[in-house]
């Protein structure tokens, strides 16, 4: 899958992104919400490394007028082929101003339209509410609330569940 926007290129890793990446999943505050936490070097160089682009399960967000990698996201199948998951992580430099929201919104139509596609879901914990706003500004719906479903150290995080079906799309 590659991507155009009107503001970004959402394309597969290439090898050397592995540093823009870093710049922002080494912040703990960017990678509070993710189950692994912050990643170091390797890790980063390992998660860009693994996906070409015949085998791609996450994307590069790039800034067109920048030629800037701002974040990345995840697009996969959640379950058989008919419904896939969509996540993100985004630089905090390029928070609030759209991008995910559109990268997003790219990704899903592809997903809808090109891939015929019958559902889209999405995760986050309510505390993490930028999450959970671009996932009701791209149109999904909350389905549910898990408790305590994923461990977290010696916590328990809860989950929402967010979905959008493709007659809704």
């Known amino acids: ?3 155009m926007t009107k503001r970004l ?6 090898k050397q992104d592995w540093l823009a990446v870093y710049d922002y ?7 509070a919400y993710m189950p692994n936490g912050v990643l170091n070097e390797t890790e980063v160089k390992k998660l860009v490394g693994q996906h070409s682009e015949h085998n791609a399960k996450k994307y590069a967000i790039v800034l067109i007028e ?3 990698l701002i974040g990345h996201l995840e697009f ?6 008919h419904t896939y998951e969509i996540g993100w992580v985004l ?22 339209e090109e891939m015929k596609l019958h559902r889209i879901v999405a995760t ?3 505390e993490n509410i930028p999450s959970w706003k ?3 500004k791209v149109g999904m719906r909350r389905e549910g609330l898990f408790k305590k479903c994923i461990p977290h150290g010696e916590l328990w995080w809860d989950e929402y569940a967010y979905g959008v079906l493709a007659e809704e799309w």
């Open 9 to 14: 290129h959402i394309r597969p890793f290439d």
């Open 25 to 31: 999943v080494s912040i703990p505050e960017v990678m």
């Open 134 to 136: 671009v996932m009701e």
């Open 91 to 112: 630089n905090p430099k390029y928070q609030n101003k759209g991008y995910t929201t559109e990268a997003a919104k790219a990704v899903m139509n592809y997903g809808f």
């Open 66 to 68: 920048e030629n800037q």
């Open 76 to 81: 996969f199948s959640y379950f058989g082929t």
């Open 124 to 126: 986050c914990q309510p």
């Open 1 to 3: 899958m590659e991507l």
